[in-house]
């Protein structure tokens, strides 16, 4: 139980467009999702925390208006990256807290690579 | 000082030793602590969970917890080739809370 399908796997973009990934909870309600950023090497950076219905949270750092997160419903959690630019390719990870329990489940990642 | 330290190795064992792993954190609020392990190119994948002082087993990998210390360590009895991957120590704090992560460690276990 709590599964987190995460699409797409990996994308490859051209500098100044704009990606969609989608983290949805197959299973559970997730009202919490968590998204990640992780370069090689290096390990998983916290970039925002969105809950359902409400503006995400972003860490210091993060720009607002360059990595757009919606949760519109409760098994749905969207991250576009506007703009995208070379230094913007990283490995994004969604990760959602199963409640009850302490833990937390992972979509597999995207792997972004902006041209 | 970072909230989850860990030495980045690589740490290299021969098949069939004990590969231990550790790490420390920084804020006495923390619940919840995480071992997982991360092949390259994929996302992390739970080792184990602890919660409360003392050790926690399960198969070849016990965690060990001393929150007075602020340390929590992985231990890896056996250790297989297939072992080799970075392991990533995460702490959460109350709540519903993100995962804090460490750097990650490297283990490569020589057959």
């Known amino acids: 139980g709590a599964v987190v399908s995460q699409h797409p796997s990996w994308v490859i973009c051209k500098s100044g467009t704009s990606v969609k990934i989608e983290c949805r909870s197959l299973?559970?309600?997730?009202?919490?999702m968590f998204w990640y950023r992780q370069f090689p090497k290096q390990s998983l950076m916290l970039m925002a925390t969105s809950n359902e219905g409400s503006k995400a949270t972003y860490e210091q750092g993060v720009e607002k208006d360059k990595f757009l997160i919606n949760h519109a419903s409760l098994t749905l959690s969207t991250l576009t990256v506007t703009s995208a630019h070379p230094e913007d390719s990283s490995f994004y990870i969604c990760s959602a807290p199963i409640q009850g329990n302490y833990g937390y489940t992972f979509g597999s990642g995207t792997r972004l690579t902006v041209v | 000082q970072k909230e989850v330290e860990q030495n980045s190795g690589p740490l290299s064992v021969p098949e069939g030793a004990i590969a231990s792993l550790n790490c420390t954190y920084s804020d006495r609020v923390s619940q919840s602590f995480f071992w997982y392990r991360q092949y390259s190119g994929k996302s992390p994948e739970l080792i184990m969970s602890i919660y409360s002082n003392g050790d926690k087993e399960d198969g070849r990998f016990t965690a060990q917890l001393n929150k007075a210390s602020q340390y929590v360590s992985l231990l890896i009895r056996d250790s297989q080739p297939s072992d080799s991957a970075t392991y990533l120590c995460a702490v959460s704090k109350p709540g519903n809370t993100p995962l804090v992560f460490g750097k990650g460690t490297r283990l490569s276990v020589i057959a």
């Open positions: 299973d559970f309600q997730a009202t919490t």
